[in-house]
């Protein structure tokens, strides 16, 4: 939703003629008025109920500010200022009172505009319509910290930024979700063509697929962590100053905070780290991962390869976990999992009920008090529980730290930008490299690369090579290796990068719509032509290796501007005769022509088809030639005009072998 109802809106007319508008000079659009209480009943009477009983249950209120305020804006209690800080509020306040009212189904709003008590009525926030660059994760990672402590429990960004430029990367988009998991609300959004965690390589998607994982696995701890702050106030989120606000060196680490009573996270927030430096407050801490034991205050160098970010456990820290991780917090297991971190004694309440209802007001939860001593021995008592809600006879696994070694030996990955700039990281301990090893780089055909200087932290080592593509021709994955030679022993270390879509074209245009993908243009006799007019073919360099395999296929961004048509062409080279599969997506027209004949046109969005008949493709070079079109007043999806396109086996899989080259 948005508070605006434009003049032209069918709804327009009758909500003006009962006085639920705001009223504002006739250059702009009304606001509905949420200040008048009969507004608000109305607005979910008619406007919201009628969504509810079709199965809507979260309502995103989005530009609440409401985002553009006219001076001259009058409301039921006055002048715009009388409204205009509460706007948002009241907006929730509709919702919630109308669905309290109906249901007793718990209420969940997003809003982008927050003022002081609209938590009361169900409402998260998200940090609004942010930039996806690693500055602004930084930023958003301190931002977390101040909105928790002012008492706003539930709240999250855009995780991998919502505008989407060259800066952004997997690596980005890693790092922004693993500490996604540990905010109170974990989502996705942004204006990228493809935002699912399989959108940005085969690598990425592995380290996604666990990060996901793990926020489910902690959902024990977590709901219990919220039920606490729901009773005391007490913010899951919580700054280093308020569990340590007599160490000053704990204060001054803005970037690093506690989740809950017992998890200290450290967001990694630049490009490349793999070496995080963590403070830990005095005390017994253990590394999450491996259960190492490490002496707290001091400063310690913390392993942050791109799997994961550094995450400790104070001692006495209990954290109830999934084994299986559920779908969603009603799911209730019979079996828990109680981490328990011997070294001081701790406690913990685990909170249950059902998920869904508001019967908790009444007392229909249960609580359950775990105990532990410094040795790690737990005990669990009954604490609170009510006939209205009771569970099963339950299974409790005790779980201590393993206190293995800190860290493994040798961590490899790679990072790579949307203009083919690859960053490549191996991480090793220095007592597990011998001294007379030597690293190198070995790279696929058609890239170049080099080593820089190893960087020495603590007791690892990070080496890192920078590659470069210096060929037209290639494929769309790439398999590449740290090589580490010692005596006459060698040891690699490979390691992959790629989107899997051919995304290096050619690209002419932009033709004036009238009718589409059918619109005629001199393109297609003669699609070989190096202009065409004032047009001529030309390459998106910046662009052409993109997270997401996704070709653009504008000059300058598209928002409020003509409707278009554009051309890409590229030369696909086989070493055989081959049949393959056509996967592709296209915006919101596209046609695609193999070799001068149409193999495929669609008038609709497609995304991620696999068409079901094979296309033969000769020996040597093929030809490709897409079509897109765009029919839209206002794209702004990230899917302005576009597609995504690859060659697949019957497993769909991208062929191997087959080379791409943006040549006519």
């Given at each position: 939703q948005h508070p605006f109802i434009d003049r032209s809106s069918r709804e327009y007319a009758r909500l003006s003629s009962l006085g639920y508008l705001t009223q504002v000079p006739d250059s702009c659009r009304p606001t509905y008025d949420f200040s008048s209480e009969t507004a608000r009943a109305y607005w979910w009477d008619h406007e919201i109920r009628p969504l509810f009983d079709d199965g809507v249950r979260g309502y995103w209120t989005d530009m609440g500010e409401p985002e553009v305020d006219h001076p001259e804006t009058v409301t039921s209690v006055g002048s715009r200022e009388r409204a205009h800080n509460s706007y948002a509020l009241n907006w929730s306040k509709a919702l919630y009172e109308g669905q309290r009212r109906d249901s007793n189904e718990r209420l969940f709003i997003l809003g982008r505009a927050l003022s002081a008590g609209i938590q009361q009525y169900g409402t998260a926030h998200w940090s609004n319509d942010i930039e996806a660059a690693f500055e602004v994760l930084a930023d958003q990672v301190v931002q977390g910290q101040t909105v928790a402590l002012s008492g706003q429990l539930y709240w999250?960004?855009?995780?991998?930024?919502?505008?989407?430029?060259?800066?952004?990367s997997p690596e980005l988009y890693i790092r922004w979700l693993q500490w996604g998991v540990f905010c109170t609300l974990f989502r996705t959004h942004g204006t990228r063509p493809d935002n699912e965690p399989w959108s940005f390589g085969p690598e990425a998607e592995h380290i996604i697929k666990d990060t996901i994982l793990l926020r489910y696995t902690l959902l024990p701890y977590l709901y219990s962590c919220i039920w606490q702050a729901v009773r005391f106030g007490r913010p899951v989120v919580r700054a280093m100053a308020l569990d340590?606000?007599?160490?000053?060196?704990?204060?001054?680490?803005?970037?690093?905070?506690?989740?809950?009573?017992?998890?200290?996270?450290?967001?990694?927030?630049r490009e490349g780290e793999r070496i995080r430096r963590v403070y830990?407050?005095?005390?017994?801490?253990?590394?999450?991962?491996?259960?190492?034991?490490?002496?707290?205050?001091?400063?310690?160098?913390?392993?942050?390869p791109l799997s994961r970010i550094p995450v400790f456990v104070r001692a006495g820290g209990i954290v109830p976990i999934h084994e299986k991780p559920v779908k969603n917090a009603g799911d209730i297991p019979q079996d828990i999992t109680v981490c328990v971190y011997p070294g001081a004694e701790g406690r913990f309440v685990l909170y249950d009920d059902d998920g869904t209802s508001y019967d908790y007001e009444t007392g229909a939860y249960c609580e359950t008090r775990l105990r532990t001593d410094t040795d790690g021995q737990l005990t669990v008592e009954h604490l609170h529980g009510s006939d209205a809600f009771s569970l099963d006879l339950r299974t409790y696994t005790v779980r201590l730290p393993a206190g293995g070694p800190a860290e493994t030996a040798f961590c490899c990955d790679c990072n790579w930008r949307s203009n083919g700039t690859v960053t490549a990281h191996l991480v090793t301990q220095s007592s597990a490299l011998d001294p007379r090893a030597k690293i190198g780089i070995t790279v696929p055909d058609g890239w170049t690369g080099y080593l820089l200087e190893p960087e020495r932290r603590?007791?690892?080592?990070?080496?890192?090579?920078?590659?470069?593509?210096?060929?037209?021709?290639l494929p769309v994955r790439h398999q590449a290796a740290f090589?580490?030679?010692?005596?006459?022993?060698?040891?690699?270390?490979?390691?992959?990068?790629?989107?899997?879509?051919?995304?290096?074209?050619?690209?002419?245009?932009?033709?004036?719509?009238?009718?589409?993908?059918?619109?005629?243009?001199?393109v297609e006799p003669f699609p070989l032509r190096p202009f065409y007019g004032a047009l001529r073919w030309f390459r998106r360099y910046h662009d052409e290796f993109n997270a997401m395999g996704y070709v653009y296929c504008w000059r300058e961004k598209i928002e409020d501007g003509p409707r278009p048509v554009a051309y890409a062409a590229c030369s696909v080279f086989a070493d055989r005769d081959l049949e393959a599969y056509i996967e592709c997506s296209g915006d919101n027209e596209i046609r695609i022509w193999l070799n001068e004949q149409v193999v495929f046109s669609s008038r609709a969005i497609v995304l991620r088809q696999v068409l079901d008949t094979p296309v033969h493709l000769r020996k040597g070079k093929n030809s490709l030639l897409i079509k897109v079109a765009q029919n839209h007043p206002k794209p702004f999806s990230g899917r302005e005009l576009g597609f995504s396109f690859r060659f697949t086996d019957e497993h769909k899989n991208p062929v191997p072998d087959l080379i791409y080259a943006p040549v006519l």
């Open positions: 999250c960004t855009d995780i991998g930024g919502f505008i989407t430029l060259n800066g952004f340590f606000a007599d160490d000053p060196d704990a204060v001054a680490e803005i970037t690093q905070y506690m989740f809950g009573p017992s998890l200290l996270v450290a967001p990694v927030v830990l407050p005095k005390g017994i801490w253990y590394d999450f991962y491996s259960g190492a034991r490490i002496e707290g205050g001091q400063y310690i160098d913390a392993l942050a603590g007791r690892f080592v990070v080496h890192r090579a920078k590659l470069r593509p210096v060929s037209d021709y090589t580490l030679r010692a005596g006459s022993s060698t040891r690699t270390f490979p390691f992959a990068f790629g989107s899997g879509f051919a995304s290096r074209f050619q690209i002419l245009g932009d033709f004036t719509y009238t009718d589409g993908i059918e619109t005629e243009t001199p």
